[in-house]
C-alpha cells in the first residue's frame, strides 16, 4: 500500500504486503530528515534518520528514499506486522536545530 | 536504561491557572527540548535546554517558559492557561547535539486539559 502523506493521513495494508509512506518537505535546504513512529498512549519513537548527501539508507525491515529535486522522503517498511500499526511521522531540520513536523500518517495492519 | 519519564501523566486545570510539567531524561543527555502536540497542528517545538541554559525556542507566547536544572532535569510551566492549551505535551533527550542533528527519545508525555 502507498500514501501521500498529508493527501491520504490513512493508511490500510495487509499483514505481510510491503507498506509506503510518503512525505513532501518544504525547505530545499534542509540537511536531516527523520522518520518517527506514535503508537496510541506513548510518544515518537525513533525510526530511521538520512542525511541530505545520501538519497537511501536502510534499517532493519524499514528503508527510506530522499528525493531531493522533488522536496519528497518516503518509508518503506517491509512484510508489514501487526505491531507496525501506528502513526508515523517525517521532520525535517531545516538548519535552526527545531525540526519541522509532518502532520503524520496513520497506518493500519490488517490480520 | 531507563527512557525519558514525564510526570505527572495527565493534568486538568482551569482557564487562568499554571502549571509545571517535569521531564527527566536519559542518563547521560544534556539536551531536553519540549513540544506540543494537537491533532490540528502536530508537533510544535516549544525550546530546548542544553546545560540549564535555553538553546533554542520556538514561536510560543511568554506564558510558557522553561528551565533545566544541573542534573539536566526540566520543567516546563504554562502560566494563565487558555482553552487552546489543551494538549499532549512531549518532551525528548538527546545525548548533546539537539534537535535536527540526532535522534531524539520521547518520553509518553502529559495529556493536559484546560477546562
Known amino acids: 500500500g502507498e500514501s501521500v502523506g498529508l493527501h491520504l493521513p490513512t493508511l490500510s495494508v495487509q499483514e505481510g504486503d510491503n507498506s509506503i509512506i510518503n512525505c513532501a518537505y518544504s525547505?530545499?535546504?534542509?540537511?536531516?530528515f527523520i522518520w518517527y513512529k506514535q503508537e496510541s498512549g506513548k510518544g515518537p519513537q525513533f525510526i530511521i534518520d538520512?542525511?541530505?548527501n545520501m538519497d537511501k539508507r536502510q534499517g532493519q525491515r524499514v528503508t527510506v528514499l530522499l528525493n531531493k529535486t522533488v522536496k519528497h522522503l518516503s518509508l518503506q517498511i517491509a512484510a508489514t506486522q501487526p505491531g507496525d500499526s501506528a502513526v508515523y511521522f517525517c521532520?525535517?531540520?531545516?538548519?535552526?536545530?527545531?525540526?519541522?513536523w509532518g502532520l503524520g500518517t496513520s497506518l493500519a495492519v490488517n490480520p | 536504561k531507563a527512557g525519558v519519564t514525564q510526570t505527572p501523566r495527565y493534568l486538568i486545570k482551569t482557564r487562568g491557572q499554571q502549571v509545571t510539567l517535569s521531564c527527566s531524561p536519559i542518563s547521560g543527555h544534556r539536551s531536553v527540548s519540549w513540544y506540543q502536540q494537537t491533532p490540528g497542528q502536530g508537533l510544535q517545538f516549544l525550546f530546548e535546554y542544553f546545560s540549564e541554559t535555553q538553546r533554542n525556542k520556538g514561536n510560543f507566547p511568554g506564558r510558557f517558559s522553561g528551565r533545566q536544572f544541573s542534573n539536566s532535569r526540566s520543567e516546563m510551566n504554562v502560566s494563565t492557561l487558555e482553552l487552546g492549551d489543551s494538549a499532549l505535551y512531549l518532551c525528548?533527550?538527546?545525548?548533546?547535539?539537539?534537535?535536527?542533528?540526532?535522534?531524539?527519545?520521547f518520553g509518553s508525555g502529559t495529556q493536559l486539559s484546560v477546562l
Open positions: 525528548a533527550s538527546s545525548l548533546a547535539m539537539g534537535p535536527g542533528n540526532e535522534k531524539l527519545f
Open positions: 521532520a525535517e531540520n531545516t538548519g535552526n536545530r527545531k525540526l519541522i
Open positions: 538520512i542525511r541530505s
Open positions: 525547505n530545499s535546504a534542509s540537511d536531516y
